[in-house]
C-alpha cells in the first residue's frame, strides 16, 4: 500500500477487502509513496519514511486485508470484538513507546497512520500498539522501543496510564475512548443510584456529630 495516498481502488469497505494480499504488497514496494522497508539493528524489519511529514499528515493509509478470529501480534482491533489484518506495509510498522504516529478510523473502517510528531526523510514511522488494540498480552519480551518514555513491557490501552491516554488524544481508534466514556458514565450512574439518607437517619448523625464535638 503506498504511503500517504488514498487507496487507487475506491474507497468502499467491501471492494478494499476482496483486493488480492499480493497486489497489495506490490504496490507497498512504492518507495515514491513516502515509506519503505528497512532493516533495524534490533527490531527486524521497520518502515521508514522516504520524505517528511507534518503533523497532522497521513502517512500511511489503511486497507483491511482480511477479517481475524483472534487477537494477536498483527492483528488490528478496530471495534471492542472485531480484529483485521491490514493490507502493505502496516503489519510492518514497529512499536514505540514514544510514537510519532499515531491512528485515525478511515471511511473504509481500516486505520491510517498519521503523524502526530513531525517526520524527516529517513525517520522510523512508529506508533502504539495501545492506540489500536485494548488488551496486549502476547509480548513477553522487553520492548525495545528505545524511546526515554519506555514502559519496558508493550501492553494494551487498557494498561496506559491515563496520563499517556490524554497524550494520545484524538490518535486513537475510537472505540477505546469510547470504552472508557462508558465506563465513565456508568460508574456516575452508580453513584447516583445511592438512596439519600432519611430525615431520622439525619438527625442520628447529628445527634453522633453532637456528641463527638461536646
Ligand atoms: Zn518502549
Known amino acids: 500500500m503506498p504511503c500517504g495516498r488514498s487507496p487507487a481502488w475506491g474507497t468502499a469497505g467491501s ?63 478496530v471495534s471492542e470484538r472485531r480484529f483485521v489484518l491490514h493490507g502493505g506495509l502496516i503489519t510492518k510498522v514497529n512499536h514505540s513507546c514514544e510514537p510519532n504516529c499515531g491512528v485515525h478510523l478511515n471511511a473504509s473502517g481500516a486505520h491510517d497512520f498519521v503523524a502526530r510528531q513531525p517526520i524527516a526523510a529517513g525517520q522510523e514511522i512508529t506508533f502504539d500498539y495501545a492506540m489500536r488494540n485494548y488488551s496486549v498480552e502476547y509480548f513477553a519480551a522487553h520492548c525495545q522501543c528505545g524511546s526515554p518514555r519506555c514502559r519496558d513491557r508493550i501492553t494494551g490501552w487498557k494498561d496506559l496510564p491515563a ?22 458514565t456508568k460508574q456516575v450512574g452508580q453513584v447516583a443510584r445511592i438512596e439519600p439518607v432519611s430525615p431520622q437517619q439525619t438527625g442520628q448523625i447529628l445527634n453522633v456529630v453532637r456528641v463527638a464535638t461536646e
Do not use: W
Open 15 to 77: 471492494s478494499l477487502i476482496s483486493v488480492p494480499a499480493g497486489l497489495i504488497l506490490q504496490r507497498a514496494g512504492d518507495v515514491n509513496g513516502g515509506c519503505e522497508i528497512q532493516r533495524t539493528d534490533a527490531k527486524g524489519a521497520g518502515v521508514f519514511a522516504t520524505r517528511s511529514f507534518q503533523v497532522g499528515e497521513t502517512v500511511m493509509v489503511g486497507v483491511i486485508d482480511r477479517e481475524l478470529d483472534h487477537n494477536h501480534s498483527h492483528a488490528s482491533q
Open 163 to 184: 496520563e499517556r491516554k490524554a497524550d494520545y488524544r484524538g490518535f486513537v481508534a475510537p472505540y477505546l475512548t469510547d470504552i472508557d466514556n462508558q465506563r465513565a
